[in-house]
């Protein structure tokens, strides 16, 4: 997966920032990484339930308002993801590193939550080093926000 530029999620002290917000199978994942990449992560588990349609995909698509084509280039191919090998090679494409937190957030949102928890999936699968887990940590941590409000909507 490609670096994300360092957040505010990253080690201060014994414990971390923000919590990672993992579903059941995400946990698996992430008990299976070194003990060392795990050290002082606290784990919650992610209660949020969306069941994401194409009408959905839609209107968050109307939504986006990034102003480089590349970011809508980015978003038409996750939409069009429907196996693992595709996502990860769609994942592998992707320098989030290049993208401002504001621009991260805007895919994020439009590409909705089940992209955002396969990237959790792959990052967890594929983590190395301590800015890995940072990564996803971030991303957990947009998806429980997004699920939090669209629960509070209903």
Same mark, same amino acid.
């Given at each position: 997966?490609? @670096?994300? @530029? ?7 002290? =014994? ?21 060392? %990449?795990?050290? /002082?992560?606290?784990? @919650? ?6 069941? &994401? ?16 084509? @590349? ?7 996750? #939409? ?14 992707? &320098? ?15 590409? /909705?939550? &089940? ?5 959790? =999936? ?12 940072? %990564?996803?940590?971030?991303?957990? #941590? ?13």
């Amino acid at each position: 997966m490609a @670096k994300a @530029k360092s957040h505010p999620t990253a080690k201060a002290t =014994s414990t971390m920032a923000h919590p990672l917000y993992l579903t059941a199978d995400e946990r698996k994942l992430f008990t299976a990484l070194s003990a060392k %990449l795990r050290e /002082g992560w606290e784990v @919650k588990e992610e209660k949020g339930k969306y069941e &994401d349609s194409p009408e959905r995909q839609e209107i968050r698509y109307e939504l986006l308002k990034l102003n480089k084509a @590349k970011y809508k280039k980015i978003v038409d191919k996750a #939409n069009t993801v429907r196996s693992q090998e595709e996502f990860h090679s769609f994942v592998m494409d992707v &320098d989030f590193s290049s993208m401002t937190q504001d621009e991260l957030i805007d895919v994020l949102f439009t590409v /909705g939550p &089940d992209i955002v928890s396969l990237l959790i =999936s792959h990052g967890i699968a594929t983590a190395k080093e301590d800015s890995d887990v940072e %990564l996803i940590a971030a991303f957990t #941590n947009f998806r429980h926000l997004v699920l939090a409000s669209y629960s509070a909507s209903r």
